[in-house]
């Protein structure tokens, strides 16, 4: 009979060790004493930690390689299981004993060898530890199932969140120190005034790291500026899953930041320091942008050196006649343009006072709308709950269960976008509102001041396709200050400050009749800025 040569073969796979049957250590440990007891020859050790429920352990075939080569014609290991849990990899080591390059193999409990009783029990184990896989990622699956159904995340936390059990399940909570960080990432991404890299930078500077504590680049800070899980949902499996956690940022500041992502509103980037630079466009419709140049002029007579910065187009059509002009000119028609649109402080306070009372009046109404929407939220997750039942009894195909589910979910996405911005859209209303009248109040104190971004976050608020035509500007008014120029708004305005108006409750004027303050009263201008600040500031 032809010496026996062994292999021992000891595997774990690549969950948790607290989790395993026996660790490598432990099972090498009874295999030499066993291999000791039995005086085996041992040719090698052969250790390795991974799954065996598909093909394509490394060491496994590397074994079977050296089988087949004659280095060893038997295998010592634990238990069967640990050869495969697979059918192909269990197969293949059967036909090996089959064809005689096997003997023999051998566990501290028992032998196999090639006869019939042994291989049919050899099949029957591998068969069986195939069958425990097969359940396990069933129950796992089934587990995941009932998570996603709750709500709860499944895997680690993005930053931004932390892992912590929720009601005795494992769910993500917001992170405090990191939260703050990572929303006003969003934010200023959504701007288009950053890079990715530039982003990068500032979020480095600002001190947020991985959760391995290194700095974040361009990948990772890509990641997670298209991770869904920061506005609700998450995905696991390739699917989108409803999160029940607190959100980070809403769906539209989501959306926002993919446009700048995927280039549908690409950065630009300012050539030079000038506040407006990359806003204005030369007037012979070529395109071109305007470019702001530092010159210097010697005046001979004085013997003295002066310097003016020019504004003109960079002539990219090639035969541009457009004139210049000084900066100093270009802002004096920017001032004029806003001065046209510009109130006094009396009717500003009075436009945000009246502002935060419509806010507060309109609270019952947002409240009702949000408990609508929560209600048909929940119709439809007992919709879903519907078709996961009549799935498990598969009462419909996996196909038609996905399409209704894929449908639902996406209605259900729509409606939790509403839920999520009902509030955020009407706190947005009276900010972008309030806005509008510190604009229109603080407009030409922020040109006067020394600040560019001042200066240029009033022209961007105010005016829009700006253009350099003859040496003048061009530019039309952004709504809803466009208004403001109308004669009998302004009228109303200048001729409405009476002693009675102070005397209302702010409260009573937003609803009030236009009557109430009389043909020259203030109200017909704040009833005006209401539907526009509606309409087109939101």
């Not at 394509?56 to 014609?73: H, L, Q, S």
């Not at 566990?107 to 097969?134: A, I």
């Not at 009717?347 to 947002?366: F, P």
Request: proline letters at 2%; aromatic letters at 10%.
């Amino acid at each position: 009979m032809e010496k026996l040569r062994h292999f021992i073969y000891c595997r774990k796979s690549e969950e948790d060790e607290k989790r395993q049957i026996l660790s490598i250590d432990a099972q090498l440990r009874e295999l030499k004493e066993y291999a000791s007891k039995c005086n085996l020859h041992i040719v090698n050790i052969l250790t390795e930690s991974k799954s065996a429920r598909k093909p394509g352990r490394e060491i496994f075939n590397e074994m079977i390689k050296k089988i087949e080569a004659g280095e060893a014609n038997a295998v010592l290991v634990w238990q069967i299981n640990r050869v495969a849990r697979n059918h192909k990899d269990g197969g293949n080591f059967l036909q090996l004993i089959t064809d005689g390059i096997i003997k023999q193999v051998d566990t501290p409990h028992k032998q196999y060898r090639n006869t019939g009783d042994d291989k049919f029990f050899m099949s029957l184990e591998f068969g069986m530890s195939t069958k425990y896989s097969d359940d396990l990622s069933d129950n796992i699956k089934r587990g995941n199932r009932q998570k996603y159904l709750r709500g709860e995340y499944c895997g680690w936390a993005p930053l931004g969140y932390s892992n912590e059990k929720v009601n005795g399940n494992p769910n993500i909570i917001i992170d405090s120190n990191e939260a703050p960080i990572v929303i006003k990432i969003f934010e200023e991404y959504s701007t288009g005034k950053y890079s990715l890299g530039t982003m990068a930078e500032l979020i480095n500077k600002w001190g947020l790291k991985t959760k391995k504590g290194k700095p974040i680049g361009k990948s990772h800070l890509q990641k997670i500026l298209s991770n869904p899980t920061y506005y609700g949902w998450y995905r696991h499996g390739g699917e989108l899953h409803k999160g029940n956690y607190e959100v980070l940022i809403s769906k539209s500041l989501f959306d926002m930041v993919q446009d700048v992502l995927h280039n549908r509103a690409k950065p630009k980037k300012q050539k030079n320091s000038w506040a407006y630079a990359t806003l204005l466009k030369c007037g012979c419709e070529c395109g071109a942008s305007i470019v702001f140049e530092t010159k210097t002029k010697h005046y001979k007579k004085t013997d003295r050196d002066a310097e003016y910065t020019y504004a003109r187009s960079s002539r990219r059509c090639g035969h541009c006649l457009e004139k210049g002009t000084t900066l100093e000119d270009l802002e004096a028609e920017i001032v004029e343009k806003l001065e046209a649109v510009r109130i006094d402080e009396e009717t500003w306070k009075l436009g945000v006072e009246l502002l935060q009372a419509k806010y507060e009046s309109e609270a019952k109404q947002r409240k009702l709308i949000s408990i609508n929407l929560q209600t048909s939220y929940q119709k439809k997750q007992d919709e879903l709950d519907g078709y996961f039942k009549m799935r498990a009894k598969e009462e419909i195909t996996a196909e038609e269960f996905q399409e209704k589910k894929d449908k639902i979910i996406n209605e259900q996405n729509a409606i939790q976008e509403k839920i999520d911005n009902a509030v955020h859209n009407q706190r947005n209303w009276l900010e972008l509102a309030v806005d509008f009248f510190d604009t229109a109040y603080y407009a030409r104190k922020m040109i006067e001041s020394k600040l560019l971004d001042e200066k240029r976050k009033a022209v961007q608020k105010v005016g829009w396709n700006l253009k350099l035509k003859e040496g003048k500007l061009v530019w039309t008014y952004q709504k809803p200050y466009d208004v403001l120029l109308i004669p009998e708004y302004r009228s109303n305005v200048s001729r409405g400050k009476d002693s009675n108006l102070r005397r209302e409750n702010p409260a009573d004027l937003q609803s009030a009749p236009v009557g109430h303050l009389g043909t020259s009263g203030i109200f017909p201008f704040y009833q005006k800025m209401f539907v526009i600040c509606g309409k087109n500031i939101i």
